[in-house]
């Protein structure tokens, strides 16, 4: 019985999805694609006039854009593999046979910093890590050490940055690899450790190719939460002191609607995006490939 | 002769019962017929989450008793007032009073987002006659709510920067009194405030308005600086802008590590606890400095003019006004103007301070007890004397210079910029926002 489906039938399925997507997600990034050839500043409407790719010259030759952006791809370089590294360590401390009770308990707890919103996270720690009344320095100050200038100096800024993003995120990394580790055909993981007592000849033979799927999407989710990371700075240290952890959204976000100037901070939002979608499809070449 | 005496008397008559006839009407002007037409109607502003705000949302219910008309708030913090009420006027949105930071008022202005109050101060179906500009600071009208010599706005949210101070640790020190100079500041109260985890002084630094407004704008200003010269160009590189540059590099000493991390809230904080001795700080934390509750030294609070510097006091200033938008219907703006009136207005003066307001009105600090009761009000009074309105520039492009001087600001004070590399970084790129403004081509006249 291989009766044709009406295509009637096909876009009363296929439509509310389509429909959807065109409403939010491509009128939008059409419109962006739009602003970011026009000079469109909200505080100086009457003046909107056509512009090409005006906009796109005057950010690629801004050395703001370029400091933020490296500090961007400096950031996503230490948290990501941060992220993977603890991730991995977690899960498979968790995927040991005999910590059941443990694991549901770890589970639970793991799902905790994820689930704080972003700019709490932000406020937290711009109460925590104060230098005279936080608790952090409170807990170290127990051991005798010297306050520290966590918020207050660049350097110790971009760590507590790198600190509070490998918290809230890890969890993450942790649970996606941990249901990775749960497809793993038990006899095969049997056979091989009567194979084998060498756990990391396990992890990369037998387990590995079972949590390359899972990886992916970590590194692709990951990748583009770290690239448009705003919330959490915005509350924590609004890009300061100086420019220490000015990423691009931030950048993105004063010109758009400190400064009002649209057209910029399209042309810079469309510039993050295609980045973004480069460093997707590299993930997918290089290491999805091995598992199709 | 008789004929004429009549005649005399019937004109006195006449007349008499015109002028009562308007007299009356304008003595019975009252709120709740004035109202009347406008029952039901509800009025969108946005609140800060500050004291005064507090204040006016304690009062509210007895206005919407009186009227019938509806105050719907929304609340937000500062740093996102700007942006949220720029979406709502440029989308025809719901805002029916706009409320503006002296330094937003060009920008709202210019775009035709806002209403002069000459349109509703001229209508006598509107207007209380009990309510005139003159009963306010005349320096709060013009910096807060007017703009090239157009009145929009009227002051709500008034502040002026003052100076807070520690008593019992400056007696401790062997001063009798605060410094009343930013020198004498520097030079003979910090050293002998400085030691033992305590510092003199801390300046709020944070990369945010608190930056540009709090920390940049008020060093420059009583050393003979300011942002821009009369042709609009940088002025940050004349000798009084860059004495007061290096000025604060000097005073960071006394001040607690981190301090480019400090906003308000750690800086009152920081003389709450007693852990630094004076704060330059807007009138609006007082209440809570003041307060047992939340202050360490309510006992020992006391408080003074900003310092002076060679060019003068010139304090910090700041507030905002409420405007009636030009998007809300004509029902909304007559309700809107009515509820602006009775906020702001002298016949409310008294409770909104009480409340933990700071008013406009010149007669309120002049009533019997009030400067007794509220230790900061001959402060505040002498300040608003001498208050310079471009403190910062008020033109629609001051956000995005703000940023500017935000970010080099703090670099300079990190140490990652000179004085003199910093102002001149920050004089290039504001010159670059004035000039794509269209300020030197003419296009613009240079008000600010």
């Given at each position: 019985m291989n009766r044709r489906t009406s295509p009637r039938i096909v876009w009363a399925f296929l439509g509310p999805a389509v429909l959807a997507l065109a409403v939010i997600g491509i009128a939008p990034l059409v419109y962006a694609v739009w602003t970011s050839l026009h000079y469109f500043n909200l505080i100086d409407?009457?003046?909107?006039e056509f512009i090409g790719l005006a906009n796109y010259a005057s950010v690629l030759t801004s050395d703001a854009f370029w400091d933020a952006l490296g500090r961007t791809l400096l950031l996503l370089g230490i948290v990501l593999p941060l992220q993977i590294g603890f991730g991995l360590v977690i899960a498979l401390l968790l995927h040991q046979p005999g910590v059941g009770f443990l694991r549901t308990l770890t589970r639970l707890s793991l799902v905790l910093p994820m689930a704080t919103t972003y700019a709490v996270v932000g406020l937290l720690g711009q109460v925590m890590f104060n230098i005279k009344y936080g608790v952090v320095n409170q807990f170290f100050g127990f051991f005798g050490a010297e306050p520290v200038n966590w918020i207050g100096d660049p350097t110790n800024a971009f760590l507590t940055v790198i600190f509070w993003d490998v918290w809230q995120w890890t969890p993450f990394v942790a649970l996606v690899l941990l249901a990775g580790l749960t497809t793993v055909p038990g006899e095969i993981e049997e056979a091989a450790r009567l194979e084998t007592r060498k756990w990391w000849r396990i992890l990369r033979h037998v387990q590995l190719p079972f949590l390359v799927p899972g990886l992916v999407a970590v590194l692709i989710l990951r990748t583009a939460d770290t690239l448009k990371l705003f919330d959490m700075v915005f509350t924590l240290t609004r890009g300061g002191p100086g420019a220490a952890t000015e990423f691009i959204s931030l950048l993105i976000e004063r010109t758009g609607f400190r400064a009002f100037d649209q057209g910029l901070a399209s042309a810079q939002a469309i510039l993050l995006l295609i980045l973004t979608i480069v460093l997707s499809q590299l993930y997918i070449r290089f290491f999805y490939r091995e598992v199709q | 002769m008789r004929k004429r005496t009549y005649r005399s008397v019937a004109a006195a008559v006449l007349a008499g019962a015109l002028t009562l006839g308007l007299a009356p009407r304008a003595e019975a002007w009252s709120l709740e017929e004035a109202a009347q037409p406008y029952s039901g109607t509800t009025v969108d502003v946005i609140f800060l989450l500050r004291p005064g705000y507090e204040a006016a949302k304690q009062m509210i219910p007895e206005f919407e008793e009186k009227t019938g008309i509806n105050i719907n708030i929304t609340e937000v913090p500062y740093e996102n007032a700007l942006g949220q009420q720029v979406r709502d006027f440029v989308a025809g949105g719901d805002l029916d009073i706009a409320l503006i930071d002296l330094v937003w008022i060009g920008n709202y202005a210019e775009n035709g987002w806002i209403e002069p109050v000459s349109k509703f101060m001229d209508d006598p179906a509107l207007h209380n006659p009990n309510f005139q500009l003159d009963d306010f600071f005349p320096l709060l009208v013009d910096a807060f709510g007017s703009w090239n010599g157009v009145t929009y706005g009227i002051p709500f949210d008034n502040y002026s920067g003052l100076l807070f101070y520690n008593e019992c640790m400056l007696e401790e020190a062997g001063f009798d009194g605060p410094p009343e100079t930013w020198t004498e500041l520097l030079e003979v109260y910090a050293p002998a405030l400085t030691g033992d985890g305590q510092h003199a002084f801390a300046l709020q630094s944070k990369r945010n308005e608190t930056q540009s407004a709090d920390s940049f704008a008020r060093m420059i200003w009583p050393f003979g600086?300011?942002?821009?010269?009369e042709n609009f160009r940088s002025n940050l590189d004349s000798e009084g802008s860059l004495r007061g540059l290096e000025f604060r590099q000097d005073l960071m000493e006394y001040m607690p590590d981190g301090i480019v991390s400090y906003d308000h809230a750690e800086t009152v904080n920081g003389l709450a606890q007693g852990d630094v001795a004076m704060i330059t700080e807007w009138s609006a934390f007082y209440s809570s400095l003041a307060n047992p509750e939340t202050s360490k030294i309510a006992d020992c609070l006391a408080v003074a003019p900003e310092p002076a510097g060679p060019a003068g006091r010139k304090p910090a200033l700041g507030g905002f006004s409420l405007a009636v938008t030009s998007q809300a219907s004509e029902k909304e703006q007559a309700a809107a103007w009515l509820f602006i009136q009775w906020i702001t207005g002298e016949e409310n003066a008294r409770e909104y301070l009480d409340r933990g307001g700071v008013p406009a009105i010149e007669a309120v600090y002049e009533e019997p007890g009030v400067a007794e009761e509220y230790t900061f009000v001959p402060a505040l009074v002498e300040s608003w004397q001498e208050g310079v309105p471009e403190f910062r520039p008020r033109f629609a492009e001051w956000p995005e210079i703000s940023e500017i001087v935000q970010v080099h600001g703090t670099r300079i004070m990190l140490g990652e910029l000179t004085v003199e590399e910093g102002a001149n970084r920050i004089g290039e790129e504001m010159e670059a926002v004035l000039e794509k403004a269209g300020y030197y081509d003419g296009e613009k006249p240079l008000a600010q």
């Open positions: 409407l009457k003046d909107v | 600086g300011s942002f821009l010269d």
